[in-house]
């Protein structure tokens, strides 16, 4: 009577990323630095974004890239990302506003970045709210969103961006308009 064999067991390399994690995007090179508690050597690896690794190709240019994440900071603190939750505690009698000054703000700042890029209806208004704000990959916002519910080629959703960024970057007083024309 044959025995069953035990699976070999594979030993991960803990230092390095798994390999489920890096089919799911890639990392920046190790920074390595010490533990300020223990004092002992660590290394961070910082995980790249759509906007990082468009920078790194040379896709986009520094403006670009620093209007795209001044737009995503703006998007998280309109809370235009969030889900809405029931607070569990609540004072009777009560009547707070259920948004801050901050968060309103930032909405009017996003709703005229919104307006320069032609709206959510625009190509560039549509990659730059999915993918920028909402931090969708350029492949799934093309699959699935696309422009005018239609899907969209890939490298043609990675010009969208690019274009948006651009009128960004022009939008957030990065870039002169007479290097953006």
């Known amino acids: 009577m044959a025995g069953k064999r035990k699976a070999k067991r594979v030993i991960e390399d803990l230092s390095k990323p798994s390999r489920w994690r890096l089919q799911h995007g890639g990392f920046s090179e190790p920074i390595r630095s010490a533990d300020p508690e223990t004092g002992t050597p660590v290394a961070h690896r910082r995980a790249v974004d759509a906007l990082g690794m468009m920078l790194a190709n040379g896709t986009i240019t520094p403006q670009m890239h ?48 919104m307006d320069a890029l ?44 690019v274009a948006g960024l651009g009128i960004l970057a022009m939008h957030f007083g990065l870039t002169p308009r007479s290097q953006a024309a």
Request: charged share 20%; aromatic share 8%.
């Open 118 to 161: 032609g709206g959510h209806g625009s190509p560039a208004g549509s990659a730059l709210w999915f993918v920028v704000g909402l931090e969708m990959s350029i492949r799934e916002w093309s699959a699935r969103q696309g422009w005018a519910g239609r899907p969209v080629p890939q490298p043609i959703a990675g010009g969208m961006l």
């Open 66 to 113: 620093e209007a795209g994440c001044i737009f995503r900071t703006l998007f998280r603190s309109a809370a235009l990302d969030s889900i809405a939750t029931t607070q569990f505690v609540r004072v009777g009698g009560a009547t707070a506003d259920t948004m801050s000054v901050r968060q309103v703000d930032a909405r009017r700042r996003v709703a005229r970045a």
